[in-house]
């Protein structure tokens, strides 16, 4: 059973940038699906960007062009590169790991790591 764990998470002003990294144990996420989710207080969890086995990746509308998913197998971790970030971005961001159903429905994803909380500020 995998384990995955996010990093990268903090304070930064709006129109800045953060890189969130989740990295994995137990497990190779070559095998996986991956995907980044967030919850805001309140909010229900929604999808923010995914990335196959093959690397082509998928993005919320609300994040297109700002947000960038990558992978590296190697070294088993999945990142996000956060730019141009806007006070509605702020949550907790989750990493998640599937093998099949919707990337953009939570429900489908087998392991979820326990979350990394993004503030922004203006």
């Known amino acids: 059973q995998v384990q995955l764990v996010e990093s990268g998470g903090g304070l930064v002003q709006a129109g800045g940038s953060l890189r969130l990294s989740c990295t994995a144990s137990?497990?190779?996420?070559?095998?996986?699906?991956m995907g980044w989710f967030r919850q805001a207080p309140g909010k229900e969890r929604e999808f923010v960007a995914h990335?196959?086995?093959?690397?082509?990746?998928y993005y919320a509308d609300s994040v297109k062009g700002r947000f960038i998913i990558s992978r590296d197998n190697a070294n088993n971790t999945v990142f996000l590169q956060m730019n141009n970030l806007k006070l509605e971005d702020a949550a907790v961001y989750y990493c998640?790991?599937?093998?099949?159903?919707?990337?953009?429905?939570?429900?489908?994803?087998?392991?979820w790591g326990q979350g990394t909380q993004v503030t922004v500020s203006s």
């Open positions: 998640a790991a599937h093998y099949s159903g919707p990337y953009y429905d939570f429900s489908s994803y087998n392991y």
């Open positions: 990335i196959n086995w093959s690397r082509s990746t």
């Open positions: 137990g497990g190779t996420i070559s095998s996986y699906r």
